[in-house]
């Protein structure tokens, strides 16, 4: 005789893949963080993962919820459905209950649409997100032998630790960050901040500043900040490595430390490290396309 199915169970299973669903995320956003260039402030990662902790009491009540709201009532239907077809009642479930998660959020997905005059296209990618993640809560709660919420939690568990060591060693292999490689020819053009602040490199080794941030010890990026104009000369240091590449530009009225590279092969920036020494803060100038750096 087959097992009576337990909703409760599924109930609980649900939330568990739920919660799991989120720390592999979490997972894979901080391995993808170490593969995109350094942001102007670094992250404060003892804040960051004490709020990580925090939350997680509000991300196992948010799970609990939608598993009750979708979940359930999808494995429900899923259910009713394999009974009425016949056959292999699980193997019908299994098939109906992703339907029934799409059908259950169409509804409530359209309303907040229409309400808040959301773009199609990003309602659609919401719906069919919510649909994949909440349908895998009820695929995996589907089965009615014992010990399926240990077994959840030891592959759930085990899913999250292989993504972070797999995703270490590729970035040990190297998928993390490295500044690209430019040269002399790269640095010729235009370079501008956030407030149109502006070094102008030359071929001939002339360079030209106008409004470029000087920052003292202690600044922050976001603070006001001595501006510095004036004319001088400017040479390209390769480094035995991209790390080790550095931009000098002598104006005798601006005093600069040597400009650090970092950005992208298509996006190339130079940076001034802002405050005490090893802050992590970080005075970019990006380089301007002809389009940009004609506009006034």
């Avoid at 009540?61 to 979708?70: E, G, T």
């Avoid at 490295?178 to 360079?207: H, N, S």
Wanted: glycine share 12%; aromatic share 8%; net charge positive.
């Amino acid at each position: 005789m087959r097992q009576k199915r337990s909703y409760g169970r599924v109930l609980v299973v649900s939330t568990l893949v739920g919660c799991l669903e989120v720390v592999l995320t979490i997972v894979v956003v901080l391995l993808y963080v170490q593969t995109q260039p350094p942001p102007d402030e670094p992250p404060d990662w003892v804040n960051i993962g004490g709020s990580l902790v925090a939350a997680m009491p509000l991300v196992g009540f948010i799970a609990f919820l939608l598993s009750l709201v979708f979940v359930v009532p999808a494995v429900a239907l899923a259910d009713v459905i394999a009974r009425g077809l016949g056959g292999r009642a699980a193997w019908w479930a299994a098939v109906a209950s992703p339907a029934a998660v799409a059908a259950l959020l169409a509804a409530p997905v359209l309303v907040y649409a229409t309400h808040n005059d959301t773009e199609t296209g990003a309602t659609l990618v919401f719906w069919a997100s919510a649909t994949a993640s909440l349908s895998l809560g009820a695929l995996i709660a589907l089965p009615r032998g014992e010990g399926l919420l240990r077994r959840v939690a030891l592959w759930g568990a085990a899913a999250a630790v292989g993504t972070a060591v797999f995703g270490a060693f590729g970035l040990a292999a190297g998928l993390a960050y490295e500044p690209p490689r430019i040269g002399p020819r790269t640095m010729t053009g235009t370079w501008i901040d956030e407030t149109r602040g502006t070094l102008v490199f030359t071929a001939d080794g002339r360079v030209q500043a106008s409004g470029v941030g000087v920052h003292r010890q202690g600044d922050r990026p976001g603070e006001p900040y001595r501006r510095c104009s004036g004319s001088g000369t400017w040479f390209y240091e390769p480094g035995h490595d991209v790390w080790s590449q550095r931009v000098r530009v002598e104006i005798p009225v601006c005093h600069w430390q040597a400009w650090h590279v970092d950005g992208t092969g298509r996006e190339p920036r130079i940076s001034q490290e802002v405050g005490d020494p090893g802050s992590g803060l970080l005075y970019k100038l990006r380089k301007a396309s002809d389009r940009t750096s004609h506009v006034t």
